[in-house]
T-cell receptor, first 115, second 112 residues
């Protein structure tokens, strides 16, 4: 089945220790998104790629970076995780469609714990 | 700017009872609207979507939603709730630049 895969499902890191979260997709979608979701809150968009074009949200901290080496894979790098970065990180994909016409398909998420 | 309001943070219904989750949106043009469900520790799953046409939209798991332009609403309904429906539900509107704007979510509890 076509899907969005996130690895690992659970990640524990130490305060200030860089961490990378991985997302892959078999849907061949143009657009890939990274969201941060804290407990009982809506997902918050960090950035997205439209093909190779990177689109950062204005309020995304510089501590968060992303890479998309090819259509299928996208990585979220947190350079120096703080306690406030503990959250669920969701990857999503969509076909191009403009104005959010096309639905986003979500992966199961990676739960990040910062000690 | 686009926004979505889900006025109910928590809702509790009895198993077998009907359900309606409210969603109001703010968007200048014809909205593209979505309802997603999230079980604990999981990603979001699309229940249904509205782009145009029939204002009553059928989704998966027996859910439906009705788009009412005059009320700027897109409420989610289910005639008979099952215990497995307990989850968090997010309404979203398609915004510019391939983005979605999410509401804050409604947590549904089902009591037996």
């Amino acid at each position: 089945d076509a899907m969005v895969i996130q690895n690992p499902r659970y990640q524990v890191t130490q305060f200030g220790k860089p961490v990378t979260l991985s997302c892959s997709q078999t849907l061949n979608h143009n657009v890939m998104y990274w969201y941060q979701q804290k407990s009982s809150q809506a997902p918050k968009l960090l950035f997205h790629y439209y093909d190779k074009d990177f689109n950062n949200e204005a309020d995304t901290p510089d501590n968060f970076q992303s890479r998309r080496p090819n259509t299928s894979f996208c990585f979220l790098d947190i350079r120096s995780p703080g306690l406030g970065d503990a959250a669920m990180y969701l990857c999503a994909t969509s076909r191009e469609g403009g104005r959010g016409r096309n639905e986003q398909f979500f992966g199961p998420g990676t739960r990040l714990t910062v000690l | 700017a686009q926004s979505v309001t889900q006025p109910d943070i928590h809702i509790t219904v009895s198993e077998g009872a009907s359900l309606e989750l409210r969603c109001n949106y703010s968007y200048g043009a014809t909205p593209y609207l979505f309802w997603y469900v999230q079980s604990p520790g999981q990603g979001l799953q699309l229940l249904l979507k509205y782009f145009s046409g029939d204002t009553l939209v059928q989704g998966i798991k027996g859910f439906e939603a009705e788009f009412k332009r005059s009320q700027s609403s897109f409420n989610l309904r289910k005639p008979s709730v099952h215990w497995s429906d307990a989850a968090e539900y997010f309404c979203a509107v398609g915004a510019g630049g391939n983005k979605l704007v999410f509401g804050a979510g409604t947590i549904l509890r089902v009591k037996s």
